[in-house]
């Protein structure tokens, strides 16, 4: 099929790459022309696994080309609209102007049997509204909502869990679902589940996922308060909620908490459309959770001030991780950011390192010191922060580390080090998982302070 996508960031570069792989001819547009110009020549414009890969493939296949120049677009029969719909600069609603931008752009260019298909995440009504816009053209509008996670986004691609299509009434939805079919046949055949439904809940799809998931990590974050306060282990009792079928162990790793560019600010939707329908206890519901998240970042930072004996003026401080999530470049709403922040604002000479990151995140923060080799970062700390948990900072040899710090002691901000992890043959401790003194606890719901060494 000849399909366009519409918006080449994230969502966008992952979906059209995607179905290039599947056998269509992709054309995507953007209004970026040094985006495009990467694209064009194959080349990932951000960090995402497997993306450079397929994208190369996508063009020197021939299937998969970019344009600025909307005239490219007129003889695609399916469009996807991909552009991003950040939350308003002024209160939790979705900024749509991206959105209506790239409508106006597509309009003149449809032709009257496309189908024009939202995948962006958007509030309800929104795909009502756009149908009415393009009546005129004789296309038909439908929504199919992305459930990318940064860092697995390919492979999400690939091989999604379900496969939903909102659609209208009629013989227009009928039709739309068909066509819907064979953009993903290779994803039926697979039998991947998909799911029919009006176009309201459709819209509501992701929205309504990525609340529920960060309810469950606020929920984590606040179990591990409690667990503090009582003297549990907030890991181990995870590991036994994640054991009940009906409440499984993913995103249920007490710690820094969620960031990045889609569970804030679909929370912070989901919230703006409960109010609007009068849900008070919804809305206040996830007001609970957007705060749960917001206090732990404060607690990471009210911990590494306890580790420096109330103070960090002066202290050198070194921080692992700047992006929100290990995997990725994003450092949209990075929680480890946010505490290197906090801790810069009190005095502290805070270096972030990330092996992905730091050419994002250096520009916005300038009170910050970065440095992409761990090694450079790490030299003369006097407390290292664990925020975000890259395989190559879970396995950092202690031994070799404590040798290049000042101070040997490690927070670990993710509940990701193994508490018994560098333990000596006679009991004595090497490692950032090594045993925390009696009543030294972090407040992150467990004893995470590791230190490197015995002595201080």
């Not at 106006?104 to 929104?126: C, E, F, N």
């Not at 799911?195 to 799809?205: F, M, P, V, Y």
Request: charged share 20%; net charge negative; proline share 6%.
């Amino acid at each position: 099929m000849k399909i366009s996508v519409i918006g080449a960031g994230y969502l966008g570069t992952v979906h059209a790459a995607t179905l290039a792989h599947f056998g269509h001819q992709v054309v995507g547009l953007d209004t970026d022309p040094a985006r495009v110009e990467l694209l064009a020549a194959g080349t990932a414009p951000f960090h995402e696994p497997g993306l450079a890969e397929l994208l190369q493939e996508g063009h020197d296949g021939g299937r998969l080309t970019f344009t600025t120049d909307p005239a490219r677009l007129a003889d695609a029969e399916v469009h996807f609209l991909c552009v991003g719909t950040p939350q308003s600069k002024t209160a939790n609603d979705t900024d749509l102007s991206f959105l209506d931008a790239a409508v106006t752009a597509l309009a003149p260019q449809l032709r009257p049997d496309a189908l024009v298909v939202g995948k962006s995440t958007v509030p309800v009504g929104t795909a009502a509204d756009i149908a009415r816009r393009l009546a005129p053209s004789g296309a038909t509008v439908a929504w199919n909502p992305e459930f990318l996670r940064q860092g697995t986004a390919v492979q999400d691609s690939l091989h999604p869990d379900r496969l939903v299509y909102g659609v209208t009434d009629g013989a227009a939805g009928i039709g739309a679902a068909a066509m819907l079919d064979a953009v993903y046949a290779p994803l039926l055949v697979r039998e991947t589940p998909r799911l029919i439904t009006n176009l309201a809940t459709a819209e509501l799809a992701k929205v309504s996922a990525n609340a529920f998931l960060a309810m469950k990590l606020s929920y984590i974050n606040a179990v591990g308060e409690l667990c503090d306060q009582v003297g549990a282990d907030v890991v181990q009792l995870a590991e036994a909620l994640g054991h009940d079928g009906r409440i499984g162990g993913s995103y249920l790793q007490a710690g820094a908490g969620f960031g990045g560019g889609c569970l804030p600010k679909d929370l912070r939707a989901f919230r703006a459309q409960a109010q609007k329908c009068g849900m008070d206890a919804l809305d206040e519901l996830l007001s609970v959770v957007d705060g749960i998240n917001a206090d732990a970042r404060f607690r990471l930072a009210e911990a590494a001030l306890r580790l420096c004996g109330g103070s960090v003026k002066g202290r050198r401080i070194t921080v692992l991780g700047a992006a929100f999530k290990p995997h990725t470049d994003d450092i949209r709403d990075s929680p480890a950011l946010d505490v290197a922040t906090q801790l810069a604002a009190q005095g502290a000479l805070v270096t972030v390192t990330d092996p992905q990151a730091v050419g994002n995140a250096w520009l916005q923060h300038p009170q910050l010191n970065f440095d992409a080799d761990v090694d450079a970062a790490l030299g003369g700390a006097e407390l290292v922060l664990l925020l975000t948990h890259w395989p190559q900072y879970v396995a950092l040899d202690p031994v070799r580390a404590a040798a290049i710090v000042r101070r040997p002691v490690m927070l670990d901000g993710r509940n990701v080090l193994d508490p018994k992890r560098g333990a000596q043959p006679d009991g004595s401790s090497m490692g950032p998982g090594a045993a925390i003194p009696e009543g030294q606890q972090t407040g992150l719901g467990l004893p995470s302070c590791g230190r490197w060494s015995e002595s201080r």
